[in-house]
């Protein structure tokens, strides 16, 4: 499918016109960065594992009701989306202490939490994403109320989603970020899960051994990131197109 012209370039996704007016398609790129980009590089194999990764979690969390963006993987690099206008909120949800949190209230890393904690930060790399109090969301218009009631019981059912399936292959869902899209049907607006689902944007611990499958891999030079995702992919039955298949049968005679 011949991708149309770019229309925002991230810092490990692009975004391109898609086929139909309120389609993009969506292209993960090996980049990786860390501390608001400060921290950079590229790792091979990263974008594929992650397009993968992020359509296997999109495509659950549709059977069981959750609306996302998600249409369909085109190829290793590329999904097709529906076109959406981003809240301007990173949506994060905690079970574990790690990272922010701990820094923040003095918590000693893998706390479990009295209960799944949503936190929001308003996206705007220039302030670093600050996290903002409901207050803050509603008194500047980023999202209303009933947005907001909306947004955390989505966040906690793709929690609940994700803990399960995370589970069910021995790794803990620490914490995760999402994004959500508004989508207009007539008057009437939806909000459905956006961006991507996959180890950048989430921690995942091994349950036995409490080895880091997710981005902080990265952030803190604890390996090899690809091999940890490959490990994730591999656990959960997904892998890249390009891993090697099994040979055709041939036909003898
Ligand atoms: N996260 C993310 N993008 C961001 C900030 C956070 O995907 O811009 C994810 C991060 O990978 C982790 C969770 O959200 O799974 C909570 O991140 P935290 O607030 O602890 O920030 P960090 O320690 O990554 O700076």
């Given at each position: 499918m011949a991708r149309g012209k770019m229309i925002y370039e991230g810092k490990a996704k692009i975004l391109y016109e898609g086929p139909e007016p309120d389609t993009l398609v969506q292209y993960f790129k090996d980049d990786a960065t860390a501390f608001n980009a400060e921290k950079k590089d590229v790792i091979d194999g990263k974008g594929a594992l992650n397009n993968r990764l992020s359509e296997y979690f999109m495509n659950g969390l549709m059977q069981i009701g959750i609306p996302t963006h998600f249409i369909k993987r085109l190829n290793m690099r590329e999904q097709l989306i529906r076109k959406v206008e981003i809240v301007p909120l990173e949506v994060i949800v905690r079970n574990t202490a790690a990272g922010s949190i701990c820094k923040r209230l003095g918590i000693e890393e893998g706390t479990q939490l009295p209960r799944p904690i949503v936190e929001f930060s308003y996206k705007d790399d220039a302030l670093g994403d600050p996290l903002v109090p409901e207050e803050y969301i509603i008194a500047f218009g980023w999202a209303s109320q009933r947005d907001l009631d909306d947004i955390i019981a989505l966040a906690l059912r793709v929690n609940d989603f994700m803990s399960g399936v995370m589970l069910g292959v021995g790794i803990k869902l620490v914490d995760f970020k999402i994004e959500i899209g508004r989508v207009w049907d007539g008057d009437f607006q939806r909000l459905i899960i956006a961006d991507e689902i996959s180890p950048d944007s989430c921690r995942l611990w091994?349950?036995?051994?409490?080895?880091h499958l997710d981005k902080d891999v990265f952030r803190r030079d604890l390996g090899n990131l690809a091999d940890a995702y490959t490990e994730v992919a591999r656990r959960l039955g997904v892998l890249p197109s390009n891993a090697p298949q099994p040979s055709k049968p041939t036909l003898v005679n």
């Open positions: 091994d349950i036995e051994t409490g080895e």
